[in-house]
């Protein structure tokens, strides 16, 4: 009996899904599949589905962790791509937290809540 897991992607809610997909494109990453209010999204190894869905409580209760290698290289390309004001989104300073992560925060289009860190050795 084989039970090894290769994967597990969350479906990150959008309100608007074009206005979504843009802003991910915008943050880098690529969007190699879309059809019908879903789309495949990724970024180097990383990945998550992108469902055009509209519950905003959900919406406002739901968070993503991006672990980067570099969060203050994530920061400044953020902040590079003009993504706050391009999509009217709020982007947090980068911050040591007292859990061993420097990470800072990011909400896209719909409201949903990433926290992009890095480990702190």
């Given amino acids: ?13 959008a309100l608007d899904f074009a206005l979504s997909e843009q ?13 019908d209010g879903l789309a495949y999204v990724r970024h180097g190894e990383t990945s998550f589905l992108l469902q055009a869905f ?7 209760n739901f968070q993503m962790h991006l672990l980067v290698e570099n969060v203050d290289d994530w920061h400044v ?6 993504v706050p004001a391009r999509f ?18 990011l909400f896209d289009p719909s409201g949903v809540l990433w926290r992009v860190a890095q480990n702190i050795p």
């Avoid at 009996?1 to 809610?13: D, R, S």
């Avoid at 943050?27 to 599949?33: I, M, S, T, Y």
């Avoid at 390309?77 to 003009?82: K, M, P, Q, R, T």
């Fill in 88 to 105: 009217g989104v709020e982007v947090g300073e980068p911050t040591d937290q007292p859990w061993g992560m420097r990470d800072f925060t």
């Fill in 54 to 60: 509209n519950e905003p409580a959900f919406i406002r």
């Fill in 1 to 13: 009996m084989n039970l090894t897991a290769v994967e597990i992607k969350a479906f990150v809610p």
């Fill in 77 to 82: 390309h953020v902040l590079a791509a003009g």
């Fill in 23 to 35: 802003f991910y494109l915008a943050l880098g990453f690529e969007v190699p599949w879309s059809e």
